[in-house]
């Protein structure tokens, strides 16, 4: 069940939202919002051990189902709040969250209050249940990092053998800066980097010292998404949704702030990507901001124009990690004394007292009888995976995320042979709901090849799906190029799929199943192909009907969108955010023929990134905002097709170095209302002809240093934003 992902996202994610929490207080209820938000933590601290003891008690695992129904109808009903209005009908689209599980209806503010209420019954019911079950509690889980003087106790009172490591990064933070970059702290441990970050986050001095603390879990996504992070950021500090960031620039400008980036994925592709994130996060912040990083396994040091520091600690002190191993045991007093014998027996042979280890000893003895403790330790600590108990293995996997990269002793059982079996050698997995399968490369292509199967057969509800390949010199790719199309083939998932992304693969075609996805796809919802190098033709996603997220990056060989992508009169009905990146032989996006329908209807976001040979834009698209990061000399001269085909609201120009004035073509953007440029070195002046856009309100320039005039029109606009431009005088 994907109970402990839709938990974790209501949450973290929907209940915080500016506009969730705006939305309260417009209906009067924060309270009941409020009571919502501590029962749902008071469950969520109680989930895990509920998972693991389900398996043998049907008790747990009806209380789970009536969790999950729960869970369903908050995502609803939190669903209509966001979408409701005091003078009736909906409030506006860009408050709804995305990944609502069921639709929207209209509510009055009776019906919302009365539902409410019932929830926080249903709720209350729930949680005395729980306790009288026995569940156990995870007390990390139970409270909200947001409730500042709560969590900060608690950590104080569960966390053990961190201090003198935080004092040391404090050490670090209170010395001057070189210079007023920000300063990049990453925290690269063992394990236990998240809590390290928490604990920094909510150290005294760091409260006192920092005008704004931002904390971000970012998506695990193939490719970093600056424009998303930079939304998060400012949400944060302003308390207010924003679709467009420079519309709240000022607001935000000048704090001195401590981000934290929590499980960022960061690979040597994303270098550009993450200087256009560093240029925003420097053009804000005030001397001494500071970016904490946690990285996640594939994080690159890479980074180019920052002042880093990257902290590695050894391991927890030895009484330190038996205590956490035993608090995560949650054995009787009487059995202390044995457990401490065994684990010391156990770990006898290995230096490495990491917390991850700890909580994986500790969840063994768990779920575990006493009799076969040394046995299951030993094994663990060898890394004997096949040796370990079935529940034992469940303890060690999250039933609802599985990131396969640390499975290949499935592979080597010799009762399986192939991944089908591997899956069905744990039952428990046909209710995963999110999947990423890493090093595919290795995985798929070892001795026990993968013979023909069907992910949809063994998991009928997975809804997340990530492969990645991850080759490391050209004759891997070249020897395993022909099996390539068949892995992919295999891997074929369930028809409720609502997500995919494929990274690094190297076939020349598609399966079937993604060649053709409007006969397969049906709940769609996002689908990222990065980094495909030899495919030669996009596949037909037009005609999937909840498709809202399109990104392709790095397809080297695709050089023209045309009916193919789009499929049998397909108009992609609900995409609201395209994004087409380095694609580096794109010279043409054709226009096609629909007889009744527009094309992208619902398309509020297009941004190019880095297509070099970009000429002719021929589709009609009414898109609100179009975001461009190229340096392409033919998108500023007339032999450029597309300005034309663009009625266009916004217009964000970013990192264009080549540029020196604005496209004589743009002219014909007559419906423009904001602009905004962003560190474009050569740009020296804006044209006259702006002061014709009879609809243009905004102008926002950031770090143009050439920059010297602009229309006086302009200068008279609602609002007119200039940093960094030190040429340009008003």
């Known amino acids: 069940m994907a109970l402990a992902s839709d938990l974790e996202r209501v949450l973290s994610h929907i209940l915080p939202m500016p506009a969730m929490m705006a ?67 909906a409030a506006a689209a860009s408050n709804r969250s995305s990944h609502s599980i069921c639709s929207i209806r209209e509510a009055s503010r009776q019906a919302i209050l009365s539902e409410l209420k019932e929830m926080v019954r249903r709720l209350n019911y729930l949680v005395r249940r729980g306790s009288v079950l026995g569940l156990s509690k995870e007390i990390m889980e139970s409270v909200d990092p947001r409730q500042e003087e709560e969590y900060s106790t608690v950590l104080k009172e569960e966390v053990v053998g961190r201090n003198e490591h935080v004092e040391e990064i404090i050490d670090s933070l209170k010395q001057p800066q070189s210079g007023d970059c920000d300063e990049l702290q990453i925290i690269n441990d063992l394990g236990g980097k998240t809590t390290l970050a928490r604990l920094i986050y909510h150290h005294p001095w760091v409260q006192e010292q920092f005008q704004h603390r931002i904390w971000v879990d970012v998506p695990n996504i193939a490719s970093l998404d600056p424009m998303w992070i930079m939304r998060e950021f400012t949400s944060s500090i302003t308390g207010e949704p924003c ?139 060898m890394r004997q995976w096949e040796k370990m108990l079935p529940i034992s293995i469940t303890g060690l996997i999250n039933l609802q995320e599985l990131d396969l990269e640390g499975c290949q002793w499935l592979l080597e059982l010799p009762e399986v042979g192939d991944l ?40 009928p509800q997975l809804m997340y799906l990530k492969l990645h390949w991850k080759w490391i010199n050209m004759e891997d790719m070249r020897a395993s190029e022909l099996v390539s199309l068949h892995v992919l083939e295999g891997l074929q998932p369930n028809l409720n799929l609502k997500k995919l992304e494929i990274i690094l693969y190297i076939g020349e075609e598609f399966p079937i199943w993604i060649k053709e996805g ?53 108009t992609f009905p609900e995409l609201k955010r395209l994004t087409l990146s380095h694609m580096l032989a ?28 970009f000429k002719a834009l021929e589709v009609d698209l009414e898109v609100s905002t179009l975001s461009i990061w190229l340096n392409n000399k033919m998108l500023q001269t007339s032999e450029f097709e597309g300005w034309q085909n663009l009625p266009i609201k916004n217009l964000e120009i970013v990192g264009c170095q080549e540029m020196r004035c604005l496209p004589q073509d743009m002219e014909r ?62």
């Not at 980094?531 to 695709?558: H, Q, T």
């Not at 043409?588 to 297509?611: A, Y």
């Not at 904001?674 to 002061?691: A, K, M, R, Y």
């Not at 006086?712 to 940093?723: D, T």
Request: charged share 30%.
């Open 23 to 89: 939305q309260g207080r417009l209906l009067g209820m924060p309270n009941h919002m409020e009571m919502i938000r501590d029962r749902l933590w008071a469950i969520n601290g109680t989930i895990k051990d509920a998972e693991h003891r389900a398996l043998k008690e049907p008790e747990l695992e009806e209380w789970l189902t009536d969790v999950g129904a729960t869970i369903v109808d908050i995502d609803d009903l939190l669903g209509r709040i966001l979408d409701w209005h005091p003078r009736g009908g």
């Open 518 to 570: 409007f006969n397969y796809l049906h709940k769609l919802k996002e689908i990222k192909l990065i980094n495909l190098k030899r495919c030669k033709k996009l596949p037909s996603l037009g005609g999937l009907l909840d498709l809202e997220i399109v990104e392709l990056s790095g397809m080297d060989l695709i050089n023209v969108v045309d009916e193919a992508f789009y499929g049998d009169d397909g």
């Open 420 to 459: 089908g079996n591997a899956f069905s050698k744990l039952e428990s997995l046909r209710n995963l709901k999110e999947l990423w399968l890493q090093n595919l490369e290795q995985v798929l292509n070892s001795e026990n090849a993968l013979t023909p199967l069907k992910l949809n057969d063994i998991l």
């Open 586 to 613: 794109l010279e043409k996006w054709l226009k096609v023929e629909r007889k009744k329908e527009f094309l992208f209807p619902k398309l509020r976001r297009l941004t190019l990134i880095q297509c070099p040979k």
């Open 669 to 730: 953007c007559v419906k423009l209302r904001s602009l905004t440029i962003n560190g474009c070195d050569n740009l020296d002046c804006l044209p006259e002809w702006l002061q014709g856009f009879k609809h243009l309100k905004s102008v926002c320039l950031y770090d143009c240093g050439a920059l010297s005039s602009i229309p006086e029109k302009l200068k008279r606009l609602r609002k007119v934003v200039i940093k960094g431009c030190p040429k340009l005088r008003l």
């Open 243 to 381: 679709e467009d960031i420079w519309l709240f620039f000022d607001g935000i400008h000048g704090s001195k702030y401590l981000l934290v980036l929590d499980d960022l994925n960061f690979g040597e592709e994303d270098r550009d990507k993450w200087l256009q994130l560093e240029n925003f996060l420097l053009l804000v912040g005030a001397p001494g901001s500071t970016v904490v990083v946690i990285p996640d396994l594939f994080f690159i040091q890479y980074v180019l124009g920052s002042s880093v520091r990257t902290w590695h600690f050894s391991g927890l002190p030895e009484d330190d990690w038996v205590q956490l191993c035993l608090r995560q045991a949650l054995i009787r007093p009487d059995q202390r004394e044995e457990a401490k014998a065994i684990i010391h027996s156990s770990k006898r042979n290995t230096q490495d007292w990491s917390p991850t280890d700890a909580k994986i000893f500790g969840s063994v003895l768990r779920y575990t009888e006493m009799s076969r403790w040394q046995q299951q330790l030993d094994a663990v600590n």
